[in-house]
């Protein structure tokens, strides 16, 4: 079983949102993490840039999809 997390944060004075989120293998003990930043007018891209870092780095892997 993989566990996943995710996480946004807004900097309401500068308006940056912030999402961090991490991938884990349990069994094997890989732990993948990342964050990205961007203007809080744009939150799902900020997603989608974490999401594409941790799919780089091998999360489809672990989540037992295709890469």
Known sequence: MTAASAH???DP???V???HAAVLDPAG???LRTSAS????TPSAVG??????LL???A???LGRPA
Do not use: W
């Open 38 to 41: 961007g203007p809080a007018t």
């Open 8 to 10: 946004a944060a807004l």
């Open 29 to 31: 003990g890989t732990l």
């Open 56 to 58: 780089g780095a091998g």
């Open 17 to 19: 949102v912030t999402v």
């Open 60 to 62: 489809a892997r672990l």
């Open 13 to 15: 004075v500068s308006g």
């Open 48 to 53: 989608q840039d974490a999401g594409q870092q």
